[in-house]
């Protein structure tokens, strides 16, 4: 059969979703967009995700991850890492992992957000300048128990795993982006350039993507169902990051969700967020570090000059 390239596919989707303006032909819509990804699965195979067996669900697990705001100092390790572990090319700005700078105020929690400003080398992932009366929230994928991202999916690419891990087959993303529209976390990324990730410093563990397709964090799901950790979390220097099974009551996960001082985002869309956070201990002041110096075989930094 002969393949389609992405555009074609992008026509037959719009095509498709013409029809759900007639309501003969709605019910239709469902089986026309499944034909498409079969038809996009037979035309890329064997250029992404083919050569790389993504481990199985873990049974009985259900993973999550817990972010303490009082030892985050913003330095951006935890993105760095990511992007070197995923195989993320410099062309997916923002990254997976972006971190917030906060104002801080003592008996208020979060005054005001915004986006980092400062760039080191024209990337906009680093800066090294700490301010004390600022806090650092770092936001990513947030594996929602319940994700409006699947529900609008035509394709089923995107599905929430038995662990709880939000996983993409992208052999069958068609570049909608409605999983994009649908995230309230601004956690999905699209590829608009065929990526270039250096042969040397590609990680055989994580398939390549396509340039068309949405992609996101998986909690690092060829790590983690082995019995690792997530590379965010081994990277970060102050440990304000803990990774692991809620369902295990033992787990220092489950045990720090249970402090006065976890919460969620946005917990009013009933998305059930997987990811908590801990805010400032008022007990004790904040303690702040240099940044430690970022390591040159870490991706995404241009050598200036």
């Not at 999983?179 to 994580?206: D, G, Q, T």
């Not at 990774?243 to 969700?257: C, H, R, T, Y």
């Amino acid at each position: 059969m002969r393949s389609l390239d992405r555009r074609q596919l992008i026509k037959l989707a719009a095509l498709a979703g013409t029809g759900a303006f007639l309501p003969r032909q709605a019910s239709a819509v469902g089986e026309i967009f499944e034909a498409i990804a079969k038809k996009m699965s037979e035309g890329i195979k064997g250029t992404i995700g083919q050569e790389v067996e993504t481990p199985l669900p873990v049974k009985g697990a259900r993973f999550g991850m817990v972010i303490d705001l009082g030892l985050c100092i913003g330095c951006r390790r935890c993105s760095y890492a990511c992007k070197l572990e995923n195989n993320v090319p410099d062309t997916i700005n923002p990254p997976y992992i972006m971190v917030l700078e906060t104002k801080y105020k003592p008996g208020q929690i979060i005054a005001e957000e915004q986006p980092m400003k400062n760039h080191v080398n024209g990337n906009g992932l680093l800066y090294t300048k700490l301010r004390r009366d600022r806090m650092y929230m770092p936001v990513q994928c947030n594996h929602c128990a319940d994700p409006p991202c699947t529900k609008v999916c035509p394709t089923k690419a995107t599905y929430k795993s038995p662990d709880g891990i939000v996983m993409m087959d992208y052999n069958k993303c068609i570049g909608c982006r409605y999983c994009m529209a649908a995230c309230p976390y601004n956690a999905r990324r699209f590829n608009w350039w065929k990526p270039e990730v250096s042969p040397e410093k590609i990680n055989p563990l994580v398939p390549l993507r396509l340039d068309g397709v949405v992609e996101k964090c998986t909690f690092c799901v060829h790590r983690t169902r082995r019995g690792r950790t997530t590379r965010c979390v081994e990277a970060c220097p102050n440990k304000a990051r803990t990774f692991g099974n809620l369902n295990d009551p033992e787990s220092a996960v489950s045990k720090l969700i249970a402090s006065e001082r976890s919460f969620r985002l946005k917990v009013g869309l009933n998305t059930g967020p997987q990811i908590w956070y801990l805010t400032h201990p008022k007990e004790k002041p904040m303690i702040w570090y240099k940044p430690i110096p970022i390591s040159p075989d870490i991706r995404g930094l241009r050598k200036s000059g």
